[in-house]
């Protein structure tokens, strides 16, 4: 079923990046020399294409994800994880913006999401776009994709802690499917 | 027995829009200027309409993210716009939440606190534990307060939730199953 292996974005093999090149990275962005990075900082240092901020709720979920020890930012060690993250999705970005637009329109959505092994109606994916791009275009620009492949995987993993038998259903209580769900769209 | 812990219909609700009737509707001029010339209302255009009407009152206006909330409450079609009938029936749901967000806030200060937003979830007819309750609050605290914009969004959800919830509990036993592909959509779509 695809619902087993799919969501992951794929890895790609890229060979871990120099120490000194990340440090060089950490320190541009790490504009108050405090040794993390805040999601500030981070926003700041990341472009989704439109000369307009990064993703906020985006960039709370990449900090959260890599920053171990609940600080609100991540140090140079949490940092490695934080670039490899960006540029697998960036790396994936590229490959589904098939015309080189800097955005993903509707067709090049369905391609992405099918290809990581969802199925999901094409009446949906106008509810998708509706829902996560910011710009207003009808195509989803990079924080945008990156924000919408997040919550689809968190209610993937939510529904798989609940489908103890791996069979692709779930049978849930009202009070268990608000809690489930409530946080995560 | 059917299960009780649903909540009752929003305050105000009633069934959908009578077309025939719409030309003399108080409400049907204020949603033609609003929605221009597709007739439909789109997030941006409700938040519009909401501030101009002063909705909020005295309150902040309504931010875009609850607006596009409460399109996709009522949007049935999945158009992501929302045509006459669906705004009437938004009209008299908010209606009814704000007056039950103002008969709680006594002093007037555009928030509420925890404890009163757990009280007014009960009130609406929802049966929750304090855990689930409290998971929900949290969502929508900034500074330990709840602001009607966002006690707005939290209304929303809920009900949102509970339709879609509702759908798949075919016994009415407050038991529902789901199929991964129909969990990852309905839920999406709120």
């Not at chain 1, 993703?55 to 930012?73: A, H, L, Q, Y």
């Not at chain 1, 209580?173 to 946080?183: A, D, G, I, P, W």
């Not at chain 2, 309409?49 to 409450?73: D, H, K, V, W």
Request: glycine fraction near 8%.
């Amino acid at each position: 079923m695809a619902y087993q292996n799919q969501y992951r974005p794929p890895q790609y093999n890229n060979a871990p990046p120099d120490q000194s090149f990340l440090w060089n990275i950490f320190q541009r962005v790490d504009k108050d020399r405090s040794g993390a990075i805040s999601d500030t900082e981070l926003q700041q240092a990341l472009s989704n294409g439109t000369w307009t901020p990064f993703n906020p709720v985006t960039v709370r979920s990449i900090i959260s994800m890599f920053d171990r020890e609940n600080k609100g930012g991540v140090n140079f060690n949490e940092f490695a994880g934080v670039w490899k993250y960006i540029t697998d999705w960036q790396n994936i970005f590229r490959t589904y913006d098939r015309d080189n637009s800097g955005f993903i329109d509707k067709t090049e959505l369905k391609q992405a999401l099918t290809g990581f092994g969802y199925r999901l109606s094409d009446q949906f994916y106008n509810t998708l776009i509706e829902k996560f791009d910011r710009q207003k275009r009808g195509q989803v620009a990079f924080d945008d994709f990156i924000q919408c492949c997040i919550v689809l995987q968190r209610l993937t993993d939510v529904f798989r802690r609940y489908d103890t038998d791996q069979d692709g259903w779930i049978q849930v209580s009202y009070e268990q499917y608000l809690s489930m769900v409530f946080n995560v769209v | 027995m059917n299960f009780q812990g649903y909540g009752a219909p929003a305050a105000g609700g009633f069934p959908g829009g009578f077309p025939a009737q719409q030309q003399q509707d108080p409400l049907y001029g204020y949603f033609t200027t609003v929605a221009g010339q597709d007739g439909q209302i789109s997030a941006e255009e409700l938040q519009a309409c909401l501030t101009q009407a002063n909705f909020s009152g005295g309150y902040r206006p309504f931010n875009i993210e609850t607006c596009r909330l409460m399109i996709s409450m009522l949007d049935r079609d999945m158009s992501c716009a929302m045509g006459f009938a669906e705004f009437k029936e938004l009209w008299a749901v908010l209606s009814g939440w704000k007056q039950h967000f103002m008969s709680i806030d006594r002093d007037m200060s555009g928030t509420v606190d925890p404890q009163e937003m757990t009280q007014a979830i009960g009130s609406m007819g929802y049966r929750l534990s304090p855990q689930a309750t409290n998971s929900i609050i949290k969502r929508y605290s900034s500074n330990g307060k709840i602001s009607f914009d966002d006690y707005v969004a939290c209304c929303v959800k809920l009900r949102s939730l509970t339709d879609a919830f509702r759908k798949r509990d075919q016994a009415q036993q407050g038991v529902a199953s789901f199929q991964y592909d129909d969990f990852i959509q309905s839920t999406m779509s709120i």
